[in-house]
């Protein structure tokens, strides 16, 4: 079968406005650690998924899938062994008040049962966001969705406020004027919320700021912005759904770079290592007090399949050291990429911590001109090159590199020697 018919076929049955990557769209069959097989036996080093952290198709996960599938099955509302070991283990890994967890199988429904909660407990309804944020597909996140387009206007509840990045600041202003320029704007928006006669009940952030492209943050900018919504009576959502589960090599948690505890964490993509499992921490006295308030059920959400998974993943962060490698690793596919803005003008800013970077592509250095056209050649001659990795931001020119865990200095040395051979024969 070709790639057209199977794209005719997929267009017939789901549409033609389903999202595909590349403009060849990519047939795989197999995955393995950090390597993916075409239909045709190709194989692609991918620098670009989170889901399967741990490796795709890792066999201590697929064991603990397959085992557990085997024996048992079932909704949520028996007594099951392995998801109260589970959340005692997971729930472990988090700062005081952070002890208990409620499960579901997507980030979207995680940060949906979020705003919910927070929006019981503060008795507001305003939510403040980033100006370029994406924390998942329901109706109320689509009403504060800011990167992705929506027939949903965006709420007359929510304000989007720009998160600092220091490669696009002013000549001239310090970090600290970028995080007091930010706290200005939170105290502003709560207040604009207030003059509209709408209580704040949450500041949602993603810890990492993923999707607004990892921008190169001032220190110490998040606490201020947290500080302002709880003393107005709102609660901190830290998304983690990209920023979890050891990605940024110094912590297990993204909160924990910005020295702040969350009111509630939301979890999804690498929880699961590709199952569908995610999911909210929070602690147990606002759990329990949305909970009398609401009888809140997920079929799926910590079956004893995500459950055994979910372990299996813990497993193996811990037994492989993927918390250091993400580190280890990191730092020298930073080192290497910061030499090849050394070689390649095109690359305005090399970002990013753990093993998660941004390049971001820009015409001239002065003026920051966006490449987009450029990144989007440069993602698709690395797919023909073998290696896959994606783009990201307003104007597209952002390269987005975020491998599986497991990523060797062997991987990261083929992937940055093939990103050098594509950008020299741009
Ligand atoms: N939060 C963030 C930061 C995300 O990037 C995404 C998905 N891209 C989501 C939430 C939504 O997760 P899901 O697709 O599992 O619903």
């Known amino acids: 079968m070709t790639v057209s018919t199977l794209l005719q076929r997929r267009h017939k049955v789901l549409g033609d406005q389903s999202p595909l990557f590349y403009d060849e769209p990519l047939h795989l069959v197999r995955g393995e650690g950090v390597w993916l097989y075409d239909i045709n036996g190709k194989r692609y080093l991918d620098v670009y998924n989170n889901v399967p952290s741990v490796g795709h198709c890792h066999p201590h996960v697929v064991a603990a899938l397959s085992n557990q599938a085997a024996k048992l099955n079932i909704h949520t509302r028996y007594l099951d062994e392995g998801i109260v070991a589970y959340a005692e283990r997971l729930t472990a890994t988090f700062a005081d008040p952070l002890d208990a967890v409620m499960f579901t199988c997507t980030g979207s429904e995680a940060n949906e049962l979020a705003l919910r909660i927070a929006r019981f407990a503060s008795g507001g309804h305003g939510v403040i966001v980033s100006d370029y944020n994406y924390h998942g597909n329901s109706t109320s996140l689509a009403e504060v969705t800011t990167a992705l387009p929506a027939p949903e206007p965006f709420g007359r509840h929510a304000r989007a406020v720009p998160i600092p990045n220091l490669y696009h600041a002013k000549q001239g202003v310090s970090a600290d004027q970028l995080a007091e320029e930010y706290a200005a704007k939170v105290a502003g928006a709560i207040a604009s919320l207030k003059a509209d006669g709408i209580k704040p009940a949450a500041l949602l952030i993603d810890t990492l700021f993923a999707n607004e492209g990892l921008p190169r943050l001032p220190a110490g900018f998040v606490d201020k912005a947290v500080a302002l919504i709880r003393e107005a009576g709102g609660l901190f959502i830290a998304d983690e759904v990209q920023a979890g589960f050891a990605r ?139 290696v896959l990795i994606s783009k990201i931001g307003p104007a597209d020119n952002i390269l987005k590199l975020r491998p599986p865990l497991v990523f060797s200095i062997a991987n990261a040395d083929l992937f940055v020697d093939t990103l050098d051979h594509v950008l020299s024969r741009l």
């Open 248 to 386: 940024t090599g110094e912590h297990l948690w993204g909160h924990q770079a910005h020295k702040v505890v969350p009111d509630i964490v939301t979890l999804g993509k690498p929880m699961g290592n590709g199952h569908p499992l995610a999911g909210l921490v929070s602690s147990r006295e606002l759990i329990e007090s949305f909970g009398r308030n609401a009888m809140y059920f997920n079929t799926f959400g910590g079956s004893p399949v995500a459950a055994a998974v979910g372990m299996a993943v813990l497993d193996v962060i811990e037994n492989e050291q993927l918390l250091a490698n993400a580190h280890q690793v990191g730092a020298h596919v930073h080192t290497r990429l910061q030499k090849l803005a050394e070689k390649h003008a095109i690359i305005g800013d090399v970002r990013g911590k753990g093993l998660f970077f941004a390049m971001e592509l820009v015409r001239d250095r002065a003026s920051k001109e966006p490449a987009g056209a450029e990144a989007r050649i440069i993602v698709n001659t690395m797919r023909e090159n073998g």
